[in-house]
């Protein structure tokens, strides 16, 4: 089992060392289905009940988990040996060759981060720095929940999407904006975001909270902040510095800086700003 929807050195490992694997299926963005094929390389499951499907099915028919093992073996051999990959990378560093970069053709997100050009490094820590939390939180627990808002943009709810393990819900319908769906789509991450209403920020649980900096201004957000009662918030600049007034403003509504965690807000105190009954609306996107 892979430890966070990564694909790690185990799964060499035991090619390399002649085993038939047996691994959880990863998202897209692992690479995995980049390098090797299901049922000809190894055996892919979802959940317990599969997992223990596939160890009978092998231990039933052992020949079909030699074939696997041995297309594997020679695969790795042909491919994967550390000597190979060595020298790809440093014909990478030194100009040599584009074959690791070509490689990527199979995540669409590069392919638009090439598109939209460099990120200011204070905006790209931003990003990274909630990506980083989710990815902690999905490592040591199930059930990690993460709520965008409508302003967030859909490049920065793709940030997430390799982590399998991850609840992503998106305060946007295909409906009201379907250009905002087609951008997931372009990103391969339409079908790994469910959409849901602004409400639900407040109704369920979440581990996290995203809100786009520029919703800041909107009467909308400022209820929203004051009605939910627990777990962290996060600003999305979108592509842009997030300017102080918006972390102050959160410091007036009660949610203050965490100390474990740069850049997110706890709530830490009863909001000074007066509470509203119910949550408007939010403007179509």
Same mark, same amino acid.
């Given at each position: 089992?892979h430890?966070?929807?990564?694909?790690n050195?185990?799964?060499f490992?035991v090619m390399?060392?002649?085993?038939?694997?047996?691994t959880?299926?990863?998202?897209?963005?692992?690479?995995?289905?980049a390098?090797?094929?299901?049922?000809e390389?190894?055996?892919?499951?979802?959940?317990?009940h599969?997992?223990?499907?596939?160890?009978?099915?092998?231990l039933s028919?052992?020949?079909e988990?030699?074939?696997?093992?041995?297309?594997?073996?020679?695969?790795?051999?042909?491919?994967?040996?550390p000597?190979?990959r060595?020298?790809?990378?440093?014909d990478?560093?030194?100009?040599?060759?584009n074959?690791?970069?070509?490689?990527?053709?199979?995540?669409?997100? #590069?392919a =638009?981060?090439?598109d $939209?050009?460099?990120?200011?490094?204070?905006? !790209? &820590?931003?990003?990274?720095?909630?990506y980083?939390?989710l990815?902690?939180?999905?490592r040591?627990?199930?059930?990690v929940?993460?709520?965008y808002?409508a302003?967030v943009?859909p490049?920065t709810?793709a940030?997430?999407a390799?982590?399998?393990?991850?609840?992503?819900?998106?305060a946007?319908s295909?409906d009201?904006?379907?250009?905002?769906?087609e951008?997931?789509?372009?990103?391969?991450v339409?079908?790994?975001v #469910?959409? =849901?209403r602004l409400e $639900?920020?407040v109704d369920?649980?979440?581990? !996290? &909270?995203?809100?786009?900096?520029?919703?800041?201004v909107?009467?909308?957000?400022?209820?929203l902040?004051?009605?939910?009662?627990?777990?962290?918030?996060?600003?999305?600049?979108n592509?842009?510095?997030?300017?102080?007034?918006r972390?102050?403003?959160?410091?007036?509504?009660?949610w203050?800086p965490?100390?474990e965690?740069?850049?997110?807000?706890?709530?830490?105190s009863?909001?000074?700003?007066?509470e509203?009954d119910?949550? =408007?609306?939010?403007? $179509?996107?």
């Open positions: 089992m430890l966070n929807g990564d694909m050195a185990r799964v490992e390399s060392s002649g085993g038939c694997l047996i959880d299926r990863q998202q897209p963005q692992s690479g995995m289905g390098l090797f094929t299901e049922g390389h190894f055996i892919g499951y979802d959940g317990d599969e997992l223990v499907d596939a160890i009978e099915t092998v028919r052992p020949l988990a030699v074939d696997i093992a041995r297309n594997a073996v020679n695969l790795f051999v042909e491919r994967h040996e000597e190979i060595i020298q790809q990378f440093w990478h560093i030194c100009g040599r060759s074959s690791l970069t070509r490689n990527l053709g199979y995540e669409p997100r #590069v =638009a981060a090439r $939209a050009g460099p990120v200011p490094l204070d905006v !790209l &820590i931003e990003r990274m720095r909630v980083e939390f990815q902690e939180q999905v040591v627990r199930s059930g929940r993460v709520f808002s302003g943009e490049l709810v940030d997430s390799d982590l399998s393990r991850l609840h992503r819900a998106y946007c295909p009201v904006a379907p250009e905002t769906w951008t997931l789509g372009t990103l391969g339409s079908g790994q #469910v959409p =849901a $639900a920020a369920e649980k979440w581990d !996290l &909270i995203v809100i786009g900096s520029d919703e800041f909107e009467p909308y957000v400022i209820n902040l004051n009605l939910i009662a627990s777990g962290r918030i996060a600003i999305a600049g592509g842009k510095p997030i300017p102080p007034s972390r102050l403003l959160l410091g007036q509504l009660g203050l965490d100390p965690w740069p850049s997110l807000h706890v709530r830490a009863e909001p000074t700003v007066p509203v119910a949550i =408007a609306p939010a403007p $179509a996107q």
